[in-house]
């Protein structure tokens, strides 16, 4: 489905029953809506899940240019307000973690419970030079160039060995992501900060982060620290993709927190 929010055209998918709690899935750089699948198929039964393709990304427009992060988040509320939802649990994923805590920030009345996946939600001098690298690339190489490096990051090197059927639905994400979309949303990633001001969110939150993915979960951790009465999973064996690597257990875990 499609709806116009914030200048552009937004797409999303609802699944589960009418009236039931509205769950929210904000993807990362450079995947869709499809890499929510399991969560969907697993929440659906007993919450309105709502998933939608950031600014760029599957099937919503991608505008040239550079993206601001803060209108990605007036993006999420634009499609909100387009569908006429007053309040949401909000969880995101790397972008869509940096998302769910800058709306917790800055608009902590639209959100009942917040988790944020696998984002330290701030950059740094030297992710920012890693971002500017990989726009260059986009830019005079297209995608492809981009889906092994990526994958790389993104997944353990014992993940990688094993080869899951998942790491081919991500590429295939990774290389139909319009060059537009990644390097807009690549700019807005090279240049945000939710970390500073986590102290400030009084939500309930659950930052969860796999054990693989590099400084990820340290930072995490001190996200936690900062934000009173926050949860901290850390999921064992998986990467960047943590809710793709361990389905169960994350899924697990967003239970136990929304039922909380």
């Known amino acids: 489905m499609k709806t116009k ?14 009236g039931a709690p509205w769950l929210v899935f904000s993807n990362s750089l450079a995947t869709s809506t499809a890499m929510w699948d399991e969560q969907a198929a697993a929440l659906q039964s007993v919450f309105r899940v709502l998933r939608y393709d950031q600014r760029g990304h599957g099937g919503t427009e991608a505008p040239p240019g550079r993206y ?19 309040s949401v649990h909000f969880a995101g994923l790397s972008m869509g973690g940096a998302t769910a805590l800058g709306l917790a920030e800055r608009h902590p009345e639209r959100l009942d419970r917040v988790i944020v996946c696998d984002s330290p939600c701030q950059s740094t001098p030297q992710s920012s030079q890693l971002w500017e690298q990989r726009i260059a690339v986009a830019q005079t190489q297209g995608m492809a160039a981009l889906v092994e490096p990526t994958i790389g990051r993104w997944f353990a090197p014992e993940t990688l060995a094993k080869n899951p059927p998942h790491l081919d639905k991500v590429r295939a994400m990774i290389r139909s992501t319009p060059v537009n979309g990644f390097i807009g949303c690549a700019a807005a990633l090279a240049n945000h900060d939710y970390a500073s001001a986590a102290a400030t969110v009084h939500r ?4 969860m982060a796999g054990e693989k993915d590099g ?8 996200l936690h620290e900062k934000v009173g009465g926050s ?12 809710n793709m690597d361990r389905p169960a257990e994350f899924n697990r875990a967003l239970r136990d927190f929304l039922g909380a």
Request: net charge negative; aromatic share 8%.
């Open 204 to 207: 309930p939150v659950l930052f």
């Open 215 to 222: 400084a990820t979960p340290a930072a995490m951790r001190k």
């Open 68 to 86: 601001a992060f803060n209108t990605l988040l007036d993006d999420a509320l634009g499609l909100l307000d387009a569908l006429g939802i007053a």
């Open 231 to 242: 949860r901290f999973i850390e999921l064992p064996g998986a990467g960047h993709i943590s």
């Open 5 to 18: 929010a914030n200048g552009i055209t937004i797409d999303y998918q609802v699944d589960g029953p009418e």
